[in-house]
């Protein structure tokens, strides 16, 4: 006869296992890395089209509905692409309208978030905007390296194969 304790491990077992060899046999058939279980990367998403990976910095202007109209949407985005290409970086500026009063402007790089800052302070996140997109691109960089590294090893075992 088999024991409860037995049955129970079984069913905690299959019920753990089941969902990810579905899922790595649908990413076996599609060849879609958001079906990988535990592998999705932003390299295999962007290198299936999922995911842009463009534009590093990308400055979100807030402009309240109340807000005064002291400046357009084309100076803001003038002053800020300005203050960007003086330190050679690029820079995408996207804008919200927001409830209140407030301008505000926010950096996101990859994914990191730097603010909000009001209009009247936003030259105070250019720099940090910057040094986090240098941490960015270092880091896909040594991503890069590792990839080529792991390409030159030999894997002809079944579980490296499966992994792959």
Avoid: C
Wanted: aromatic share 8%; hydrophobic share 45%; charged share 25%.
């Amino acid at each position: 006869m088999v024991r409860k304790d037995t049955i129970v491990i079984g069913l905690i077992t299959v019920f753990i296992v089941t969902p990810a060899v579905l899922a790595l046999t649908a990413y076996f058939i599609t060849k879609n890395p958001s079906l990988r279980p535990l592998g999705i990367t932003v390299d295999r998403l962007s290198e299936a089209g999922q995911l842009e990976n463009n534009g590093l910095i990308i400055a979100v202007v807030d402009i309240g509905s109340e807000s005064r109209k002291a400046s357009s949407k084309t100076q803001y985005e003038a002053a800020i692409e300005k203050a960007f290409n003086q330190l050679n970086a690029e820079v995408r500026v996207k804008f919200r309208t927001i409830p209140g009063s407030n301008v505000n402007v926010t950096y996101l790089v990859g994914e990191s978030r730097i603010g909000p800052f009001p209009a009247s302070r936003a030259s105070e996140g250019i720099l940090p905007a910057i040094e986090a997109e240098k941490m960015v691109v270092a880091h896909r960089k040594a991503t890069v390296k590792e990839q080529e590294r792991r390409a030159t090893v030999r894997r002809d075992g079944f579980w490296d194969w499966v992994f792959d």
